[in-house]
């Protein structure tokens, strides 16, 4: 069975000017073709779109399946056991997908969550974004991000890495610096140099990459240093810290709405002094920072670390900060896919890739925020635009 879609206009997420009156067709969880002019199989059943804008499936490149930031304390709402967590990891799936996210990259979870919520998405229990794992956070005892897992030394990180790998880890993610919802300053570097270097060996042995949490200083330079390819957060990164990411050839992957947004760490965590003043601070330079990082031609992806169905206002900053429309829509989709090492099934939309896909009413190029108006939702083939938004 073929369905042929007929868009009004086609982002294919290339970084292309849009497709006016594009048509895709879909077989199965598969695009077939894409293009303008297209022939539609007579037989195919058609679906106009042609008030809308189509755009690959948002991908989410840093984000948490088991926090909600507005609820407060999310270090204690990773050490929480495995059936409180999953009672809010149902309903933040569902929202990450009714906004258009159909890919999520998972950035630590304790308990093995993201394995068996990865299974249950795929065996239909729930509906959810495809998941790109990391199990559970690699941090040392006195590091942000310790929740249950804690790892000290050389010994232990590797079996932490190796228990992850072979429980279905993609990739790893080990905490470098403090961070701004926890008591530990976003200066501290937790782990020291032989332990980064043995999470990277074990990475790199298993044929896959190490992400670390670093939001600027020591702990970012030492991650870069040792080769980890993705900088998550690098909201106090430095140019000196830009440049010597773009020698090493590695990702910024920047989160805007959890400091931000007034429903992020601002609803849950403001009543703590350090918290509030950590974010604040973050907030004033944000601007530069992000401003030196577009400038720079450093590569980088958005992530709404665990706003779910925020990722179109992570684009509505970027955009603030000075990207420009196309290139923010690229950062939630084909560079986002590219962080998470999935470009070769999702986030363009081309011939033989996962039929993912998005409809939005009004032109994003023109209008950012049209990214939230999704009227049309496809995952592997499938529609879910009559998901209900709650
Ligand atoms: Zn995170």
Redesign the pocket.
């Known amino acids: 069975m073929i369905t042929a879609i007929r868009a009004g206009q086609l982002i294919d997420g290339k970084g292309g000017p849009p497709l006016r009156d594009a048509v895709v067709l879909v077989e199965g969880q598969q695009l077939k073709a894409v293009g303008q002019g297209i022939p539609v199989p007579s037989d195919a059943e058609v679906v106009d779109l042609s008030d809308l804008t189509l755009l690959p499936g948002f991908v989410d490149a840093?984000t948490?399946i088991s926090i909600i930031p507005g609820l407060g304390d999310q270090i204690g709402q990773l050490k929480q056991g495995p059936v409180p967590q999953l009672m809010r990891v149902v309903g933040n799936v569902r929202r990450m997908l009714r906004s258009g996210v159909t890919t999520a990259r998972i950035?630590?979870e304790e308990h093995f969550l993201d394995v068996d919520v990865r299974k249950g998405i795929e065996a239909g229990l729930f509906v959810g974004p495809r998941l790109v794992i990391s199990t559970r956070p690699i941090t040392p005892s006195n590091g942000h991000g310790a929740a249950l897992t804690l790892s000290d030394g050389s010994d232990e990180v590797r079996r932490t890495a190796r228990q992850n790998l072979k429980a279905g880890a993609d990739f790893l993610k080990l905490f470098a610096t403090g961070g701004m919802s926890s008591s530990v300053g976003v200066d501290k570097v937790c782990f020291g140099d032989a332990e980064i270097a043995a999470i990277v060996e074990e990475a790199e042995r298993g044929g896959t990459y190490v992400a670390a949490?670093a939001h600027g200083g020591m702990g970012m330079r030492k991650s870069l240093e040792l080769g980890v390819r993705t900088i998550?957060h690098a909201a106090l990164a430095d140019p000196e810290l830009i440049e010597l990411a773009i020698k090493k050839n590695a990702w910024l992957v920047g989160?805007f709405a959890i400091g931000f947004h007034p429903d992020g760490i601002e609803k849950g965590d403001f009543h703590i002094p350090e918290i509030r003043e950590k974010v604040l601070r973050a907030r004033q330079v944000r601007r530069k920072v992000w401003g030196d990082i577009l400038k720079s031609g450093v590569r980088w992806a958005l992530g709404t670390?665990?706003m779910h169905g925020y990722l179109p206002f992570e684009a509505k900053m970027v955009v603030e900060f000075g990207a420009g429309n196309m290139d923010a829509i690229m950062g939630m989709t084909s560079r986002a896919a590219q962080v998470a090492r999935v470009d070769d099934r999702v986030g363009t939309i081309e011939a033989g890739k996962y039929a993912d896909l998005v409809g939005v009413r009004g032109d994003p190029t023109l209008d950012i925020e049209a990214l939230t108006q999704v009227g049309f939702l496809m995952k592997d083939g499938k529609r879910y635009d009559h998901l209900s938004i709650d």
Request: glycine residues 12%.
């Open positions: 840093h948490h950035m630590g949490h998550e989160n670390d665990s």
